[in-house]
């Protein structure tokens, strides 16, 4: 994860975080009013978080992080706007781990193979979300019954990615990548975690790290009739530690960085 | 829609150090965490922040969320007494413990949001929260790429708008059709905005190199120069007071109105 600090030495990169952090809580601000239900409405804006990791790497993820806190603060900062903060670090940082842990990485989805690859990134990034702020808003700040939430999470941040991704990455991947702005034609390799022999196992981690966290948080509410306290922390926390080993355990492909580079040269 | 929380004004709140408010903010987050079950301390607290708000003349920037509060409010009460865990029963469906986490969340967020509109956001300029951060210990970068987004976002919010506003006038009816067709209608407005704006990176990191952003510099000059002064020391003082006593009253669970179900 060592990408996450190194990209600060770029100038580009730190451009990024602040303008995908000012587009994020700009299109969250004024899309806020599409209502499924009464008080419940869709996030526009998410669809665009797993983007902005696909595309910008660990700047992306700061970015949905700090877009996200910008947008508490247009009037609903709190103690939870923390766990906001984290979810949405994750939300995106999770979907440019999956994306990228793999072969055939090019951030654009024009076959059906790469629009599954997004869609199962996305899933990620919103199981990352929805175990981290359930754990948060309930385990620890004890806003709202922890069943509560992920229904709605899942319909709220969930649904947006998943419809509007995948076109909206296909309409910017030439164009971003022609303007060299996509964190693999800004950053080295050294920056980054490589690609390691543990990928497989650090997906299996993260993906069994999320459902465990959230499944334990929801049998503790709909089983056992615990909403707050000690029992909640302690039953859906722990699983969460495997999540971020997950993460740790997932590298980047170095051949993602030769082929830019051979892409320049051959512009030479 | 709200685009800008900051009010002109010469009150003592201006006046003190960004680090003093962040603390105090923070300070006040503790008791919205902490004190669950301590309703009428928490109602106490949030007449005190009004009022704080009165005489420093930010009741404007309160009148600006009550919405919010007011969807707050219903949310966590209906949310809790629905679906929380249940034991004394009060009358018909109602319940004791599930009413009184309802009742205990709304106003603990209610605290949390006055907090910090009323101390932080309110009274401080975005340069002053940024500089604050830094002061605290934030890293420069992180602290800049903060304030940079938040002194942007609102001019975006603009940009979004024209955009919303252009896509209409050409027909873009995004309130008919089936539940997908509205949300496949975002595309032709989220795609301008994305593109308006990753448009300028170039001509922003140039001008953040140009002002020797990628020099290794071991201490930074500010043209904001933070001196803490007595009345500082005096709020952070009671910012550890309003600390340890939520810390106390929670361990000990003092004035509790109703039993937490754990």
């Known amino acids: ?19 995908a952090a000012a587009l994020y809580a700009a299109v969250l601000i004024p899309f806020k009013s599409f209502q499924i239900m009464p008080g419940i409405d869709i996030r526009i804006g998410t669809a665009l978080v797993p983007a902005l990791g696909i595309f910008f790497g660990p700047a992306g993820a700061w970015g949905a992080a700090i877009g996200n806190l910008i947008g508490d603060f247009f009037g609903t900062v709190g103690i939870g706007s923390i766990f906001g903060f984290l979810g949405n670090f994750f939300f995106a940082y999770a979907a440019y ?30 199981l990352s979300l929805i175990a981290i702020l359930c754990f948060g808003l309930s385990a620890i700040v004890a806003s709202l019954p922890y069943k509560v939430l992920p229904p709605i999470l899942i319909f709220t941040n969930g649904i947006p990615p998943l419809v509007l991704g995948a076109p909206l990455i296909s309409l910017f991947a030439k164009r971003l990548d ?16 490589l690609k ?48 971020f080993i997950g993460l740790a355990l997932m590298g980047i492909d170095a051949e993602e960085f030769r082929k830019i580079q051979s892409k320049e040269e051959d512009a030479e | 829609m709200v685009k800008y929380l900051y ?7 201006h006046k003190l150090d960004p680090r003093t408010k962040i603390i105090m903010t923070l300070s006040l987050f503790v008791p919205s965490m902490l004190l669950k079950t301590q309703i009428h301390i928490l109602v106490i607290m949030i007449l005190l922040l009004w009022f704080l708000a009165a005489i420093t003349k930010l009741t404007p920037v309160l009148a600006k969320v009550r919405l919010v509060f007011l969807i707050v409010s219903l949310t966590s009460i209906v949310s809790w007494t629905i679906f929380g865990s ?20 709304a106003l603990r967020s209610i605290l949390a949001i006055s907090a910090s509109l009323v101390v932080l956001l309110g009274a401080t300029r975005n340069e002053e929260i940024a500089a604050g951060f830094v002061k605290l210990g934030i890293p420069y970068r992180g602290a800049f790429a903060f304030s940079s987004a938040l002194r942007m976002a609102p001019v975006l919010i603009g940009v979004v708008q024209t955009v919303i506003a252009a896509q209409k006038s050409r027909g873009l009816d995004v309130d008919s059709g089936s539940f997908l067709d509205r949300l496949r209608k975002y595309i032709p407005l989220l795609a301008p905005a994305f593109l308006l704006t990753m448009r300028q990176t170039d001509q922003f990191s140039q ?44 361990a000990y669970q003092c004035c509790a109105v109703f039993t937490l179900l754990e």
């Not at chain 2, 034991?87 to 009413?99: A, F, T, V």
Request: proline letters at 4%.
């Open chain 1, 196 to 243: 390691k022999k543990t990928n497989l196992l650090g997906l299996v981690f993260v993906l069994v790290g999320a459902l465990l966290s959230i499944a334990a948080g929801l049998y503790m509410g709909h089983v056992r009739g615990v909403d707050v306290g000690v029992k909640l922390l302690a039953s859906s926390g722990p699983p969460l530690l495997l999540y």
């Open chain 2, 86 to 105: 249940r034991n004394e029963l009060l009358w018909w469906i109602i319940y004791k413990e599930p009413l009184g986490m309802g009742v205990s969340a």
């Open chain 1, 1 to 19: 994860m060592k990408e996450v600090f190194t990209m600060w030495k770029y100038p580009k990169m730190v451009s990024l975080v602040a303008l």
């Open chain 1, 178 to 193: 022609k303007w060299n702005l996509t964190f693999n034609n800004i950053m080295e390799p050294g920056d980054f975690t």
């Open chain 2, 7 to 13: 009010i002109y004004g010469d009150s003592f709140l």
């Open chain 2, 207 to 250: 001008a953040i190199e140009s002002k020797g952003y990628g020099y290794p510099v071991v201490k930074r000059s500010s043209y904001l120069d933070l001196k803490l002064k007595s009345g500082d020391y005096l709020w952070i003082f009671i910012s550890i007071v309003i600390i340890v006593g939520s810390i106390i009253t929670n």
């Open chain 1, 97 to 126: 781990k999956i994306w990228y842990s793999g072969k055939d990485n090019f951030p654009i989805t024009n076959t059906p193979a790469k629009v599954g690859k997004y869609m199962v990134s996305s899933l990620f990034g919103t």
